[in-house]
């Protein structure tokens, strides 16, 4: 089964840190552009950051450009959310979400959706 | 930014009913444009990549057409599991953007 399970959420301060992880399984991890959506709550969604399959390229919504780092290990089916100086906009379920194609170009939909894991950033 | 608006934000309609959902780009994004359904507590399902073609999976009630900046999602004969939060994308480029959402409630 295709799937993509995030984890790391939790409560943090305002200018804290914290580490979003998603594993996938049932497909070649390796061969899809990779994304970080959010939806802050009662809100709608919000692409955050995508990176190619090698990890050679990177995009950022400007909101959290220089704050925020996507990285990626495919040798652990595993993607990442770097979060740092959060600030009190960043509360919200965060997702990995999957292009539909292998080998695609990243200029593509999400296919393949995490269950999500909450982000509150409070003091 | 592109930006994505779309109409209306809600509406109550009953089961059985032919609905239509509208997206507007802020300016020309070709045909990479895809829906989702979101129902509450859930992530979002896709619907419809390019504009038009049908996610494996999806009910063939489901349809969306347009190009260049208006698209449309029209569902043919509402069911009850259609009630939900529907989302428009672009993916013509960076940032890739949602339209605000569109809630289909229940008459």
């Known amino acids: 089964e295709v799937q993509l399970v995030e984890s790391g959420g939790g409560l943090v301060q305002p200018g804290g840190s914290l580490r979003l992880s998603c594993a996938a399984s049932?497909?070649?991890?390796?061969?899809?552009?990779m994304s970080w959506v959010r939806q802050a709550p009662g809100k709608g969604l919000e692409w955050v950051a995508n990176?190619?399959?090698?990890?050679?390229?990177?995009y950022y919504v400007d909101s959290v450009k220089g704050r925020f780092t996507i990285s990626r290990d495919n040798a652990k089916n595993s993607l990442y959310l770097q979060m740092n100086s959060l600030r009190a906009e960043d509360t919200a379920v965060y997702y990995c979400?999957?292009?539909?194609?292998?080998?695609?170009?990243?200029?593509?939909?999400?296919?393949?959706w995490g269950q999500g894991t909450m982000v509150t950033v409070s003091s | 930014a592109i930006r994505m608006t779309q109409s209306p934000s809600s509406f109550s309609a009953s089961t059985g009913d032919r609905v239509t959902i509208t997206c507007r780009a802020s300016?020309?994004?070709?045909?990479?444009l895809a829906w989702y359904q979101q129902k509450p507590g859930k992530a979002p399902k896709l619907l419809i990549y390019?504009?038009?073609t049908l996610q494996s999976g999806v009910p063939s009630r489901f349809s969306g057409s347009g190009s260049g900046t208006d698209f449309t999602l029209t569902i043919s004969c509402l069911q009850s599991e259609d009630f939900a939060t529907y989302y428009c994308?672009?993916?013509?480029?960076?940032?890739?953007?949602f339209g605000q959402g569109t809630k289909v409630e229940i008459k």
């Open positions: 979400a999957r292009d539909p194609q292998e080998m695609g170009d990243g200029n593509d939909a999400f296919d393949i």
């Open positions: 049932g497909f070649t991890f390796s061969s899809y552009w």
């Open positions: 990176i190619k399959q090698d990890g050679s390229e990177k």
């Open positions: 300016q020309g994004i070709s045909s990479y």
């Open positions: 390019a504009a038009s």
């Open positions: 994308q672009q993916y013509y480029s960076y940032p890739k953007t």
